[in-house]
């Protein structure tokens, strides 16, 4: 399984832009990029996902390397409720929709 | 918005008493997994589950684990003789299609605690 990199921990100010990077240099031709995020005592929650163009939800925007070796998520305006682990996440091809969730970074936001 | 839904939301069991974890994936969905999240770590994937059967499963998952669909609703975990070890948050999750694009959506989770 393709692997990424993420910084342990974050900090961002409340109304901010956050932008959160990923590296994943092995990522291959088919490997999605998925974000996810867990809230304190939640379960993980699906924000946005990707495979060579930027995309943009009503969450979020992921932002993708021209070479897929990385990509970064950017929240626009950080609110104290997205205060979460992000998982930045790679599904294969024949992966099945399985997730391998690393660390993560941990974003704290300061009002 | 469709949500999986989980309980219980916290059991306390005995070390050695069997438990079932129940879930509702969201109705049209056709894939299920449980996750596991031990306090203080990752979340780690136990097992896919499609047409009735385990498609995937983990290291974690022996075989004192157990899944089943007894119905056209549920998806339920059972272990059999519990550790203290496998004191953790389990997460059930379900998807619609098995795609590498698709969403994975989760539920809040059952916490475990074996005494």
């Known amino acids: 399984d393709a692997k990424t990199t993420q910084p342990n921990s974050m900090e961002s100010n409340e109304e901010e832009p956050v932008h959160l990077p990923c590296n994943h240099s092995?990522?291959?031709?088919?490997?999605?990029i998925h974000w996810y995020r867990q809230l304190p005592s939640q379960g993980p929650e699906y924000v946005i996902h990707?495979?060579?163009s930027n995309v943009n939800n009503r969450m979020a925007s992921l932002a993708i390397a021209e070479d897929r070796k990385s990509s970064t998520l950017i929240l626009h305006r950080a609110t104290l409720r997205d205060a979460a682990v992000y998982y930045c996440?790679?599904?294969?091809?024949?992966?099945?929709?399985?997730?391998?969730f690393g660390q993560g970074t941990e974003l704290s936001v300061k009002p | 918005e469709p949500e999986v839904t989980q309980t219980p939301s916290h059991q306390v069991t005995q070390m050695g008493q069997e438990v079932i974890l129940r879930c509702v994936p969201i109705s049209n969905h056709l894939y299920f997994y449980w996750y596991r999240q031990i306090l203080g770590q990752k979340v780690e994937f136990l097992v896919s589950f499609y047409n009735n059967e385990i498609s995937e499963k983990s290291e974690i998952f022996d075989d004192q684990f157990s899944v089943e669909r007894p119905d056209g609703s549920n998806f339920t975990l059972k272990i059999r003789s519990t550790k203290l070890e496998d004191s953790a948050m389990y997460f059930c999750?379900?998807?619609?299609?098995?795609?590498?694009?698709?969403?994975?959506?989760f539920g809040e989770g059952s916490w475990l605690t074996v005494v």
């Open positions: 996440i790679l599904i294969g091809h024949n992966q099945g929709g399985k997730l391998i």
């Open positions: 999750a379900s998807t619609h299609l098995r795609a590498t694009g698709n969403t994975i959506y």
């Open positions: 990707g495979l060579t």
């Open positions: 092995t990522i291959s031709g088919t490997d999605y």
